[in-house]
């Protein structure tokens, strides 16, 4: 059975992957910025320093030439009076009345003797805002990453598909697996960590498998050694008791070892076929009338409710479920059997079958403590009866999921199957 | 009437082979696969009982050989395999009835007599016992020529007995008998008296002396000894 069967989902990998991935753009993007921040300060101040100084050159050359200034020059300012020993570069910030907003400059100062005086002039150069800088530091970087992680993504998504293939192969394989069957075959792929995972899975299975059908066979070995010495046990206590030569109290002995030797029989048939619904032996579920089951052990049971003189009173509908139908018997079978032997002279019992539940009333005895525990193997009975009959309801329910509930109120035992 | 009985293990075989000599019937034997597989080639039998488990083969191959030697050999499978698959691959073969191990003699020799009946070899459906006979083709019973009306059990019970006189049945052989494995024989004890007190009620309104006996602590016995007429 695998109800809960996983579908492959190629996506679900991918998205988990997608999704850390992403995360990690955000340190990529904070570092990158500030790096290309400071690169793209740094090339400006370079620039700007370059091209203050080739100007300040080209001053001092023709002043020392033609005791002049050119005509054309960019000197900001020229202060009387002050000597600089040699050129300073300084920033400033200058008010742009154009848009009323302080403007970075990077200004030199230096100094030129004329006829005698010093001069000290001022060259100065607009330089780029920070927040210029950072803002397109952020854009480059933020756009890079974001390229960088589409096309990754784009790449590692048509290449998951094809690299991670094995993987759901086996996925799909495995949860399809049912332990009577072979072990399935994994296709072999050019991934070593997949080949492991597989030969693992394979050895495991095997192993499983294996197991499974050693206690299947001992199961089978050790009953049918137990129940053909139980029938030589059978035939000869059998044998003495019909003998007309015993006394009674030989007879009383060999009775009981015949009656031991029956109720061993029984108990370990009960616990054999306890065994196969645990192994999920019965496996040829078919779509069944539960109404079908249910009628053929009330038949069965007819003369036995009738000399007890218990009422029986049932309402049945229509009842699809999906089950072998040997165990649909089984399960009928000891829920009746379990009304009827538990129930008092001119007791009652009802029964009522719905499309999707089967309740059974039965009139008894008062029982203290948990009926819940009832259900449980070898849990004893009043008479010492080892209720295998319930636990065999019970195993039979867990393995269709069937919802099992037992109540017991002033003497009345209920027991309600819930299907599907 | 020549059986053969197909069984590996010997203390079962001497108890089922004791069994129905008592019942009157020739029997052969055969302990393996081998042995079994030769004497369904050289001899007829009417009734085959075949153990399927069997140390050098399955009893389901030997089914299938002695369908095809003699059709109308009558065959009972004997299992300790209480396996559904088994039974229904028995039965397809041409295998006439199944019983489990450990069954009751008392059951192995109605089982055969009841295929006995079927295969109509001792020619009769009628079986009578001291002014009682039971119509096993009408399933109608008649005491001193009067017919009475018995439930499903009853008959059962009737018939149980009538196939094993003077053998001690019993309480668990004959709650085995009514319901298999479908009751857990301990509990059915009472279910069994309360059908043999009402079976032995409707039989005395017509006979004097009703033959089921009890047997004290065990069962119950047909007796088919005459009663003795003390008056």
């Not at chain 1, 005509?71 to 020993?85: A, G, R, S, T």
């Not at chain 1, 109290?249 to 031991?260: C, D, F, Q, T, W």
């Not at chain 1, 008479?383 to 509930?405: M, P, T």
Request: hydrophobic share 40%; net charge negative.
């Amino acid at each position: 059975m695998d109800t809960n069967s996983i579908q492959p989902h190629p996506m679900k990998l991918i998205k988990q992957t997608y999704k850390y991935t992403s995360l990690w753009i955000i340190p990529i993007i904070v570092i990158g910025s500030l790096f290309s921040y400071f690169i793209i300060e740094f090339i400006a101040y370079e620039e700007v320093d370059e091209f203050l100084t080739y100007e300040m050159e080209r001053l001092v050359k023709y002043h020392k030439e033609y005791n002049d200034l050119p005509d054309f020059h960019k000197l900001e300012k020229v202060i009387e009076d002050v000597k600089y020993d040699s050129p300073v570069f300084k920033d400033t910030l200058i008010l742009e009345p154009g848009d009323n907003e302080m403007v970075p400059y990077r200004q030199l100062w230096f100094s030129i003797n004329h006829n005698g005086r010093d001069f000290t002039l001022v060259l100065q150069h607009l330089l780029l805002g920070r927040d210029d800088i950072a803002r397109g530091a952020f854009l480059i970087i933020s756009g890079l990453a974001l390229l960088v992680v589409f096309f990754t993504f784009l790449s590692v998504t048509r290449v998951t598909g094809k690299i991670w293939n094995p993987f759901y192969d086996t996925l799909h394989k495995i949860t399809r697996f049912k332990i009577s069957e072979p072990v399935p075959r994994f296709s072999s792929s050019d991934i070593d960590e997949f080949n492991a995972l597989n030969s693992t899975l394979n050895v495991l299975l095997k192993k499983t498998t294996e197991d499974y059908r050693h206690n299947k066979e001992f199961n089978e070995n050790a009953s049918h050694e137990l129940q053909t010495h139980l029938a030589v046990i059978k035939a000869n206590a059998e044998a003495l008791l019909s003998s007309p030569k015993g006394n009674a109290e030989e007879l009383e002995s060999v009775r009981k070892i015949y009656s031991a030797a029956t109720q061993l029989s029984q108990v370990q048939k009960s616990l054999l076929l306890l065994s196969k619904i645990n192994n999920r032996e019965f496996s040829n579920n078919v779509n069944l009338n539960f109404e079908e089951p249910l009628r053929n052990v009330l038949g069965l049971f007819e003369e036995t409710i009738d000399i007890r003189e218990i009422e029986l009173t049932h309402s049945t509908e229509p009842c699809n479920v999906f089950m072998d139908a040997g165990l649909a018997e089984v399960l009928a079978n000891n829920l009746v059997k379990n009304a009827v032997k538990h129930n008092i002279q001119k007791g009652f019992i009802s029964i009522k079958l719905t499309a999707d539940m089967l309740e059974i009333e039965n009139s008894g005895t008062p029982h203290a403590g948990n009926p819940e525990l009832l259900l449980l193997r070898f849990s004893k009975g009043e008479n010492g009866n080892s209720g295998i009959g319930l636990a065999i309801v019970k195993e039979i329910c867990d393995l269709y999921n069937f919802k099992i509930q037992y109540e017991i109120k002033n003497a009345i035992h209920k027991i309600t199957i819930f299907f599907g | 009437m020549k059986l053969l009985i197909i069984e590996d293990n010997l203390k079962l075989l001497e108890a089922i082979t004791q069994t129905l000599q008592t019942e009157k019937y020739l029997c052969e034997t055969a302990t393996d696969f081998s042995a079994a597989h030769e004497k369904i080639f050289l001899y007829q039998y009417d009734i085959l009982i075949v153990d399927i488990n069997l140390p050098d083969g399955s009893g389901l191959d030997l089914i299938r050989e002695a369908k095809k030697q003699n059709p109308s050999t009558g065959i009972i499978v004997i299992s300790a395999r209480n396996s559904l698959s088994n039974k229904i691959e028995g039965l397809e073969l041409g295998a006439d009835d199944y019983i489990t191990k450990p069954f009751d003699m008392a059951e192995l020799v109605a089982r055969i007599k009841a295929l006995l009946r079927r295969r109509n070899f001792s020619g009769t459906d009628i079986i009578s016992f001291n002014n009682i006979s039971i119509n096993t083709a009408s399933r109608q019973v008649f005491a001193n020529g009067r017919h009475i009306e018995l439930t499903k059990s009853e008959y059962d019970i009737l018939l149980f007995f009538f196939s094993n006189p003077n053998r001690v049945l019993t309480r668990e052989s004959i709650a085995e008998h009514i319901w298999g494995d479908n009751m857990d024989l301990a509990d059915s004890f009472d279910f069994i008296y309360s059908h043999i007190k009402n079976l032995r009620k409707k039989l005395a309104a017509a006979v004097k002396n009703v033959p089921i006996k009890a047997v004290y602590g065990i069962g119950y016995k047909l007796d088919t000894t005459p009663p003795h007429e003390t008056d």
